[in-house]
Structures are given as C-alpha cells and as structure tokens.
C-alpha cells in the first residue's frame, strides 16, 4: 500500500515539473516575441520621426543649391574697391609681374589654372588691402578656400620679387637731402608695430609684456621728402634701439657719416634725438622733420589691412606680405609724394 502510493507522488510530481517546464518555456517566448515587437515598433516611429521631418525641411527649408565654380572675368571685378588702387596703377603692377604670372603653376603636381592672371593679382592686392579670411574671398571670385590659399601663396612671392627695386637707399648723399640749416640730418628712423595672432612654436619671441601681445616690427628708414629708403622685419620680442644695432643701421651711419632724426627710443651720437635743454625752437623743428616717417608708417597701416589688422597666417609669410605692402605705398608714395618741398 504505501509503495503504490509513493508511485502516485512521484507520478504527480513529474506531472507538475513537465507543467512547469512547458510554462516557461510559453513566457519565455512570449517575452521574447514582445521585445522583438517593441523593438520594431521603435524602429518603426523612429522612422516615421525620422521622414516627417524631412518632409517639413524640405518644404519649409528647401535645400541650397551648389553654385557652379569657375574663373570670373577682370571686368567684373571693381578693382579700386578691392584693391585701394586705380586701374593705371594695377596696370602698372600687372605689368611687372605678367611675366610670372602667365607662366604654369610648378610644383609636384600639374594644379589647373583657375583664375585668369589678372583677377589673380587682383585677389593677392585684395588680401593684402582688406585682411579677409579665405571664405569671403572664395565667396567674392566664386572659388573654393583651398584655391583662394594656393593663389594667395602663388602671388606673394612675385609681387615682392618684381617689386624689390622699390625701396633702395639714394646711390649718393648729397647736402641736398639735408635738412637745410638743421643738424644736417638727411632723413628719420622709427619703428612700427604689426600685431598678429600667437604662433608656435618660438611663439615668444614675437611677444612683448609691455604691448601684452604678439607681432612683428618693422624698422623704416624714410628720406625727409617721405619715401622709404629702408625697411627691415623683425620679431617683435625686440625693442626700437636693439633693431637699430640688429640691423647694422648703427654702424652703416658711423661709416658714411650720416645722420637720422630719430625719437626718444633711440640712443646713438649720429641720431638727432629730442632734448629738452635745446631752445623750443629746436625742438619743433626736429618734431616738424622726425614725424615724416611717422607719416610714413601710418600711411602703410591706414591703406593695408594685413599692415593694421592683426594677422592670421605663419610669421614668415606675415613678413613677406608687411615687406610686399611697403613696397606697394613706395609706389604710391612717389606717384603722391607726403611732401611737395622740404
């Protein structure tokens, strides 16, 4: 009796365990199936999302056409607008540099001519002029950046090489470039600053505490008739008088025995520096000849914005640019002399 009993149990044990075993297995699956669902239906509203979305951007906010590259003709540039100068004068510049600027592109790769030479000149004159960045120019002659940036560093270099003829010291010191009857100085030094952005490495050598900036400097001699005769860049770490001995101007004046008005941040026995014991007199005439190169340097910062707004590109090309736009007011300046008569 109790065996047949205890066969019961165990009969109605098993029984359950299969029971047990086949309801699991149902919930497993179910759940199973309904994240399978859930998840389709995410995708699916996501979707949905997703594509009514693009429907209102596209009716409301319809997508901007590409505009077409390509070379813009030299009559549809206004060349005094952009460049600062009158059509004589980019004739004049164009004609120094056409040689260069007609040849091909040299390099590891043969790079396709975009613009036609002249508006490539006229795009060089305009960065110079204005200081934009390459998306404002590439919108303005309807280019790309990249190009705007090959162009810029393909013209450069001709520009300060068919202009270095510009600026030259006079092949003689004559008493006709004195000041008459006055220290018998034949022109003034002074020293400019070209603030740019900071650049690494050896970005402290272009940075000074007192200005609490980064530029370059550039030193400019200038006969009393106001055009330069000399123009040096250097890092802007240095002061007026250590770029007066850097350059040699030091010892080039001791040797031809000439003289330089000069300000106050200049010490040397050929400068005509102010001094207050001197007679009022004196002392505004050596204001009256020392400011030409003042006028100078200002003239520069006003007309050029890579000279007067801060610059954003490597130091050296900063000072190939700031000697390329000294060499283009040189120009200028004798076409409109600052001073008719000494």
């Given at each position: 009796m109790e065996d047949i009993l205890f066969l019961c149990l165990m009969q109605l044990f098993v029984t359950n365990v299969v029971l047990l075993t086949e309801m699991h297995m149902m919930l497993t699956n179910y759940v199973n199936t309904t994240k399978v669902f859930n998840r389709k239906q995410r995708k699916l509203r996501h979707q949905m999302k997703f594509k009514r979305f693009r429907v209102a951007q596209q009716e409301y906010k319809?997508?901007?056409q590409k505009t077409k590259r390509g070379s813009i003709a030299i009559d549809s540039v206004p060349i005094l607008a952009r460049t600062g100068l009158y059509s004589d004068?980019?004739?004049?510049?164009?004609?120094?540099?056409?040689?260069?600027?007609?040849?091909?592109?040299?390099?590891?790769?043969?790079?396709?001519?975009?613009?036609?030479?002249?508006?490539t000149l006229a795009l060089g004159l305009q960065f110079l002029h204005d200081n934009l960045k390459g998306r404002q120019l590439a919108d303005q002659y309807n280019i790309s950046t990249s190009t705007v940036s090959r162009e810029i560093q393909y013209v450069m270099p001709i520009?300060?090489?068919?202009?270095?003829?510009?600026?030259?010291?006079?092949?003689?010191?004559t008493k006709k470039l004195c000041a008459p009857g006055f220290e018998n100085a034949i022109g003034?030094?002074?020293?400019?600053?070209?603030?740019?952005?900071?650049?690494?490495?050896?970005?402290?050598?272009?940075?000074?505490t007192d200005y609490r900036d980064f530029f370059l400097y550039a030193q400019v001699v200038s006969g009393l008739e106001g055009l330069p005769w000399s123009v040096t860049i250097c890092a802007g770490h240095n002061n007026d008088q250590?770029?007066?001995?850097?350059?040699?101007?030091?010892?080039?004046?001791?040797?031809?025995?000439?003289?330089?008005?000069?300000?106050?941040?200049?010490?040397?026995?050929?400068?005509?520096?102010p001094n207050d014991e001197r007679s009022k007199t004196w002392q505004l005439q050596q204001k009256d000849h020392r400011v030409v190169v003042e006028n100078v340097n200002a003239a520069v910062a006003n007309k050029w914005g890579v000279a007067r707004e801060c610059f954003r590109g490597s130091p050296e090309f900063h000072a190939l640019c700031l000697l390329v736009v000294y060499q283009l007011e040189t120009m200028l300046l004798k076409e409109f002399p600052l001073r008719l008569t000494m």
């Open positions: 319809p997508r901007k004068m980019f004739e004049r510049i164009y004609q120094l540099a056409k040689n260069k600027l007609d040849a091909p592109h040299h390099g590891q790769k043969s790079v396709r001519r975009t613009l036609v030479p002249r508006v520009l300060g090489d068919v202009l270095h003829g510009q600026i030259s010291w006079p092949k003689q010191f003034a030094v002074d020293c400019s600053a070209h603030f740019r952005v900071r650049w690494h490495p050896g970005s402290l050598d272009y940075y000074r250590g770029i007066f001995k850097l350059t040699g101007l030091d010892q080039f004046l001791w040797k031809n025995k000439l003289k330089l008005f000069a300000d106050n941040g200049y010490s040397y026995i050929q400068l005509v520096t």
